[in-house]
């Protein structure tokens, strides 16, 4: 396919992919422009991340200590999220249950069961499909544990209120201005809440994921017991370096 053509199977991407269609046949100035766009995306990440450990950094260590105890007393963790977000949700879980090191945990994505979410969307609502499994399986003293990048899902603020009833210790990520989840947290409907001051989802979401495995980090630490000489809180959010 010459550099001018259209592709016979598709409409549109001229107006999508450009630079497949100029001109010019010389593939320095996009490799150029891929190059300064990843290294922008890599510096902006790094800023936020250590924007998060000055806001927030202590009260991961505080939320990391409760869950520790939670799970010390036989308290469960509950994730869940929408989209993107219930992909990380399933991260979260897996890591506390399967982790690489430390102790397994019994946690459970909510997003998982395909023929429960799809029940309770199409019988129900999709915004109670959370909520109803946290009544089914929830009891006091275990974990929700939501992510929203807008902070705006109706169905992750209605579980964490279900999860509120049964005195369960509650956890939020959230993205921009933190939306309903802000509002919940206010209401002291959510215990606690780290919202990533980004407007991208991209970031925000790459945020998220260094909270939660800093949050796992931590409460495994806390089970375990501080080492030796060793300070009692470690270390919160990493300014950089890999999730």
Known sequence: MGA??????????????PFLYEASTDPVPVWADATRSSEGKATEIVLLRRRMAELCGDRVAGCAEQMAAAFACGGRLF?????????????????????PSGRPLPALSLTTDVAVVTALSNDVGFDAVFARQMA??????????????SGGSANVARAFEEAARRDMLTVGLAGGQGGMLTELSENGVLDHLFV????????????????????????????????KGSPQRAAALPASGPP
């Open 196 to 227: 990533v001051p980004s407007s991208s989802v991209h970031r925000i979401q790459e945020a998220q994921t260094t909270v939660y495995h800093v949050l796992w980090e931590l409460t495994q630490h806390v089970l375990a017991g501080p080492a």
């Open 4 to 17: 001018a053509e259209e592709p016979a199977h598709g409409t549109g991407t001229r107006e999508l992919y």
């Open 136 to 149: 089914a399986l929830g009891r006091t003293g275990d974990i929700a544990f939501g992510l929203s990048t």
């Open 79 to 99: 994730t869940f999220g929408n989209g993107g977000s219930s992909t990380d949700a399933q991260e979260v879980a897996t890591a506390f249950l399967r982790p």
